[in-house]
């Protein structure tokens, strides 16, 4: 049996908020073993004028605390995002709050944006590469009087470290977050943040991309509105998607009842088909990150396939290890000689018609 092989079931020994923090120590210790694979230039693509070296991303969510950004990328990600980050430190909601369904490859959480805030974020991230390519999530405090203000403040506090920014409102474990996709609130927030961006810029001479994440319980008129919205503004893009508050198509049922956020390989189905909806609406020109139930390079292409620019995991890397980036890294670079691409690009949007067509 494999080192890792051995490390993840003795991680599985351990509840998993307790598993999360030992593969954080591990990551920061150097225990976890770097990728070697060779960077492929077929992988490699421009998207909101950063440049990828792979499309694969480790989601916002794993290091909240912008702990171990560069150890991430050097599994085999591309990219890694930091966060959710509020501006004030906040516990979360009450333990436990994170429940393996392991029959079905799955987590819910409700964990409720715990993190140490911006101050302590930020002094991490200042040390990081500033080529290293890390985004940061940025949210409201669960108090928060004032929440597009939060937000706010997370661009100006992090601009000089972000290579990007993902506005979070698709949380459904801060109560009335998700609320913010509604289509007044969201052009309030996103008039606030993207003027916040442009302030800025305009005095760092340096642009630093916005993005949106979004829900995957949208109905087809929320999609809508998200798209009309998003396209009158100067995003950047969107991250589709976040947790579901569905338990469709779960077969272990020993905790399926627990309020959080479900996400894994069940939301393959529903976030993919939210993201080519959402494709089909904003039309090509507009970024868009997939994540949900991505396990395999297979299901990372098929994301792309369905009109994703570049993907994201993190779920499925509890049940899979620490070698799932490199190993779907190494997949993609085997899928386009099988079929013989000259950029992982040329598979974008070819099946966006189908997934589309789902039923929500």
Known sequence: M????????????FDPETAHGLSITALKSGLVPACAQKPDPRLRQTIAG?????????????????????????LGFGFAEIGTV???????????????????????????FNNEGHAAALERLKSCDRNALVGVNIGANKDSEDRIADYVAGIS?????????????SSPNTPGLRDLQAR?????????????????????????????????DLAEEGLDDIAEVSLAHDLD?????????????????????????????????????????????VGEALPIIGVGG?????????????????????????YAGPGLPASIVKGLSALCDRERLAS?????GTRTHYWAAQNL
Request: with cysteine; net charge positive; proline share 5%.
């Open 157 to 169: 506090t992090f601009y000089d470290v972000a290579r990007y920014f993902t506005a979070n409102i």
């Open 2 to 13: 494999a080192l890792a092989d051995l490390a993840r079931r003795g991680l599985f020994l």
């Open 294 to 318: 991505v396990n395999s390079a297979e299901t990372a292409a098929e994301k792309i396939r369905a009109g994703a620019d570049l993907v994201q995991l993190y779920s499925c890397m509890v």
């Open 237 to 281: 893009g969107l991250i589709v998607s976040n947790t579901t508050l569905s338990r469709d198509g779960l077969s272990d049922r020993t905790h399926a009842n627990e309020a959080g956020g479900l996400s894994g390989k069940p939301l393959f189905a529903r976030s993919t088909a939210v993201l080519a909806k959402m494709r089909k609406r």
């Open 344 to 348: 992982i690009r040329d598979l974008r």
């Open 86 to 112: 509020t501006p004030k430190p906040q516990s979360g909601n009450p333990k436990p709050r994170i429940f393996r369904l392991a029959g079905d490859e799955a987590v819910i959480n409700r964990l409720g």
């Open 50 to 74: 950063l440049e990828f070296p792979n499309p694969l991303g480790m989601a916002a969510g794993y290091d909240k605390n912008a702990e171990v950004p560069e150890a991430l990328l050097r």
């Open 184 to 216: 007044e609130s969201l052009a309030a927030l996103l008039s606030a943040v993207l003027a916040a961006r442009a302030e800025q810029a305009a005095q760092s001479g340096r642009r630093v991309p916005v993005f949106l994440k979004i829900a995957p």
